[in-house]
């Protein structure tokens, strides 16, 4: 039986709202060096690692100078400005913690952002308690959609990746999940809910609210 034993969240864009923060905080700092990105921009690096998705931008304007080191802390301190400013919950995060938590199934969480985005961002929503395992890309060699970060984070809940579910808002986040050979929820902002690139999950959803016990009974019979 390989019955769904744990749970592994993303944290940007899932449960908390700071995609928004991290376009304005790439955008800006971007800016400064004199490189003007899009949006579009912004979206083919979600989910990414902030070192990766910089250099990813910069290879999109071979005269650019800006040193990625750099970049990349700047980018990082202003996000976790922005979280403290207005950092917000999505819609049923709190729920969807309960949901497994009261199942006894574990709860860990692995996201592309540094420790200290991470820890920013769970201060800010007061949910720290409810993982059992936080697992940073900045510990791997490779951010997603390197299924890396969710191998590791299955290992530290001593649990099969069979036997984990993912949460995932992003497309590098969802092939990162099936890369783990996971189970995958997909949860992508509303301009996306019909793209069919999100086909790859397992289920793909309009909200975490929207998650009930017959969609995990569906999941585990899979």
Not at 29 to 58: H, P, Q
Not at 98 to 104: E, M
Not at 170 to 188: F, W
Request: charged share 25%; glycine share 6%.
């Amino acid at each position: 039986m390989n019955d769904i034993q744990a749970v592994i969240f993303d944290l940007d864009g899932l449960l908390i709202d700071s995609e928004p923060l991290w376009e304005e905080a790439e955008m800006a700092v971007f800016a400064r060096s004199g490189i003007t990105i899009t949006r579009e921009a912004c979206m083919k690096v979600k989910g990414m690692r902030v070192d990766e998705s910089v250099r990813y931008i910069l290879n999109m304007f071979p005269g650019a100078t800006a040193n990625p080191e750099k970049l990349t802390q700047q980018i990082q301190e202003k996000v976790i400005r922005l979280i403290a400013e207005k950092g917000k919950g999505m819609p049923g995060y709190i729920y969807i913690l309960h949901f497994f938590r009261s199942r006894g199934i574990k709860v860990g969480l692995a996201s592309a952002s540094k420790m200290e985005v991470i820890n920013a961002a769970l201060q800010k929503l007061g949910i720290s308690h409810h993982f059992e395992v936080i697992h940073s890309a900045e510990y791997k060699k490779y951010g997603k959609p390197h299924p890396g970060i969710f191998l590791t984070a299955s290992e530290y809940l001593k649990i099969k990746p069979e036997q984990c579910l993912v949460f995932e808002d992003s497309l590098n986040g969802v092939i990162a999940a099936r890369a783990a050979r996971m189970r995958v929820v997909a949860v992508p902002e509303a301009s996306l809910q019909t793209d069919p690139r999100f086909a790859i999950a397992h289920l793909v959803l309009p909200s975490l609210l929207h998650f009930k016990e017959h969609h995990l009974q569906h999941l585990n019979s899979l």
